[in-house]
């Protein structure tokens, strides 16, 4: 099972991000355990700063805008 | 915005075939862009009204700003997503860190133009760039000139009101930033910031990520196609909303009204503009059609240039996201002195022109 921590104050885009996790992991048969994080001083603590930012299992894997595709499913199977 | 996530990867294609495309779209563009007055003309002459009635100088006026505004954009949005690829929010924090006051400033509301930035990331960059030693009054510059000083309202304010008004637009714009920035460098507010902001310490834990020095020119085209996608999701009622409410202006609004309440003569013009301004939230895309009929109708370009700015620089739901991180009178000190900036630009430019 694999944390994966979406990062984003609320806007479009990162609940577009975290629909983009959910259906990636279910597309590779990953277990993953997805977490909006919308706290501002959250946020900031993991040090994201452009939003919606990403980590897996406490590793920060990327930050601002959508992720890409590709990019994302190499991060959920690594 | 739609995003389709369910689509498979699109093949590739090779480079040269993106080289090719983007130079032919330029091309086209180009070409249809001279068209714009004869089209819109055309369509003006399809519809039952007299050419030179209220409402046909308003309906040749919209059906000519529309496709002009929506290609200016499609252009320039193109170009500067490419241009910022090369720009990230972290690499102007490292550039900005540890700088001084001044020249920091300086750089602070350059790199505010062309850093990728999006207002609902306003507090976590906010947090990054104060907790990595960039000074608060620079990290105020970097606020300031990145919404206000922006691709949109730039090109939208060249293609409409011309080049003239694009480059004191530029120039004020980065100079508020600039000082404004300072000025509360100098006032030492750090107090003033909310209790948890300072305490915070967000290592610079961005380590490992953001692999964007390895990006291919067709990369960055992407990322210039997505910014295409986005600001156009995000902009284009504003725009249609903006023109239709410029074509109103050009096709009803006397012009001696208009001389009378935003002319260079009417001294409390320039602060009711700018009280105005703040409420009011559009962007650059929605507020510069209305700049135009305003400017065309004899209105003031103090005036305009200052209403304009107040709209763009301050608006109240960015107040309410950086509330989180500053306190009210913090927020009060910054409205009190961006605004008197920009009443300063508004009335200098109706003493000179």
Redesign the interface.
């Known amino acids: 099972m694999k944390t994966v921590k979406v ?7 990162c609940a ?1 991000t975290e ?2 996790v959910k ?1 990636a992991a279910a597309r590779l048969g990953i277990a993953v355990e997805v977490e909006k994080v919308s706290d ?2 959250a ?9 919606p930012g990403i980590s897996i299992d406490g ?8 992720p890409d ?2 990019k994302l499913e190499g991060w959920l199977s690594a | ?1 739609s ?1 389709d ?2 689509s498979p ?1 699109r093949p590739a294609r090779p480079d040269w075939l993106w080289h090719l495309g983007v130079a032919a779209f330029v091309l086209g563009w180009w070409l249809l862009y001279g068209q714009l007055v004869p089209i819109s003309e055309w369509i003006t002459a399809q519809l039952p009204v007299a050419r030179h009635s209220h409402t046909g100088e308003a309906i040749a006026f919209f059906f000519y700003d529309v496709p002009k505004v929506m290609m200016l954009l499609t252009l320039i949005v193109f170009a500067m997503g490419v241009v910022r690829s090369f720009f ?3 690499r102007t ?1 490292a550039v900005l860190s540890g700088r001084r006051e001044g020249v920091g400033n300086v750089l602070a509301a350059g790199l505010g133009i062309v850093t ?3 207002s ?2 306003a ?3 906010f ?3 104060v ?1 990595a030693g960039v000074p608060l009054g620079v990290t105020f510059s970097f606020l300031i000139a990145a919404p206000m000083v922006n691709e949109v309202a730039l090109i939208l304010l060249f293609g409409l009101v011309g080049w003239k008004v694009a480059a004191i637009y530029l120039g004020f714009g980065l100079a508020i930033a600039i000082l404004a920035g300072f000025v509360i460098g100098k006032l030492h507010l750090e107090g003033w910031l909310q209790d ?1 902001v300072r305490d ?1 310490h ?5 380590a ?3 692999d964007e020095e390895h990006l291919t020119l067709v990369d960055r085209y992407r990322l210039g196609l ?1 910014a295409v996608r986005e600001i156009f999701a995000r902009v284009w009622v504003w725009i249609i909303l903006g023109i239709a409410m410029g074509a109103l202006i050009h096709g009803y609004v006397p012009q001696d009204l208009m001389v009378r309440i935003m002319g260079a003569g009417t001294w409390w013009s320039v602060p009711a503009a700018v009280l105005m301004g703040i409420p009011m939230y559009t962007n650059a895309a929605g507020v510069i059609p209305i700049v135009e009929a305003l400017l065309g109708k004899g209105a003031a370009l103090g005036t305009v240039l200052a209403f304009m700015m107040s709209v763009i620089a301050l608006s109240l739901p960015e107040m309410i ?1 950086l509330r ?2 500053l306190t009210l009178r913090l927020i009060a000190v910054f409205i009190g002195v961006v605004a008197s900036g920009i009443l300063g630009v508004g009335f200098l430019f109706n003493l000179i022109f």
């Open positions: 990062y984003g104050p609320g806007c479009k885009r577009a629909d983009m259906d501002p001083r946020i900031a603590m993991a040090g994201v700063m452009s939003t590793k920060l894997v990327h930050a601002g805008g959508l595709q590709t | 915005m995003v996530i369910t990867p990230s929010p972290e924090r990728p930035f999006c609902c990331s507090v976590p960059l947090i990054g760039f907790s948890w915070i967000s290592g610079a834990n961005t490992g990520i953001l997505e996201i989180q991180v």
